[in-house]
């Protein structure tokens, strides 16, 4: 297979790595798997554009993207409904879609895996057409990720500190908004803290990733926490997978639903796969099953 590579210098684990001796690895695993390999290392600021250059260069089999969040999103957005295939590289902060793929946390273990892998058809979902393969979430989600982004940090851990500060402001003052969902004939009226709706639903028992990214149906879930003490509980069980007799979050199946924000949407973002967003008074949401194809250990 062709592999064309984007490594995001700015993303993650990458922001920390010697990336181009990591680059050089990288080509010697695969090219002595008998595959061949094109690297590109960008920035932040040109990783679209990057990702889009790849998906077009001439046979090329696999779009590897190196990357965060934003990274991964932005590539399964460009190779959705293609017959180019995506590998994620798993090298932001929490790398959930990886997690959900079954891939190797260590980036050389990663690329050793994909040199021996095999294509897997999984789901993508979409919020007002814009894709995303993890969650699209308002509420205490985008309020930490708001908070986050005000505080530095120059590495993965430094950013898993600067999110558990962001988390803990949050608490103490967390958003309340009232909202109606509606899903198929069924309409629910909730004021809640937080609304996620998540690219098939989360696995129980470990951090919040799908256990099966091929399963047809979105996740809504609606917390009802509303104490600070209940909204401390439920963060716990979020970190926890905690979703099985939970109390505060009501969990719902579907593949399309529509989200209106009934209250100001002056104080309100989105966080689409790890990334604000400015947000829409009514958002529709929709699964898209088997439109991406990934490379998955074989």
């Not at 684990?13 to 690895?25: K, M, S, V």
């Not at 999103?73 to 590998?87: D, H, N, P, Q, Y």
């Not at 004021?191 to 990214?213: C, K, M, R």
Request: proline share 4%; aromatic share 4%; charged share 20%.
């Amino acid at each position: 297979m062709h592999f064309s590579t984007v490594l995001n210098r700015d993303g993650g684990t990458l922001r920390t790595t010697d990336i181009e001796q990591f680059a050089t690895r990288l080509r010697q695993t695969l090219e002595g798997r008998g595959h061949s390999c094109t690297v590109a290392i960008v920035g932040a600021g040109d990783i679209e554009w990057a990702l889009k250059a790849a998906a077009a260069e001439d046979g090329v089999d696999v779009v590897m993207a190196g990357g965060g969040d934003g990274t991964v999103s932005a590539a399964a957005g460009i190779l959705r409904g293609t017959e180019r295939a995506l590998a994620v590289l798993p090298a932001g902060t929490m790398n959930l879609f990886a997690r959900s793929l079954g891939i190797p946390l260590d980036l050389d273990a990663a690329v050793g895996v994909f040199a021996s892998g095999r294509i897997r058809q999984v789901d993508t979902a979409s919020a007002n057409g814009q894709p995303f393969v993890h969650q699209f979430s308002i509420g205490m989600h985008a309020k930490m990720v708001r908070l986050r982004e005000r505080l530095d940090f120059a590495s993965r851990l430094g950013k898993i500190g600067a999110s558990a500060k962001a988390a803990y402001w949050t608490v103490l003052k967390p958003p309340r908004m009232r909202v109606a969902l509606k899903m198929g004939e069924t309409e629910i009226l909730a004021t809640t803290s937080n609304i996620g709706v998540t690219n098939n639903l989360f696995g129980e028992g470990h951090l919040p990733y799908a256990d099966h990214p091929d399963g047809g149906m979105l996740g809504i879930y609606v917390t009802v926490a509303r104490q600070r003490g209940e909204i401390v509980r439920h963060a716990l069980n979020v970190a926890i997978g905690r979703w099985q007799d939970n109390d505060l979050v009501e969990i719902h199946q579907a593949d399309r639903v529509t989200l209106r924000i009934l209250s100001p949407l002056r104080s309100q973002m989105a966080v689409i796969d790890g990334e604000l967003q400015p947000v829409a008074a009514a958002t529709e949401i929709s699964i898209e099953p088997a439109s991406l194809r990934v490379l998955v250990p074989g």
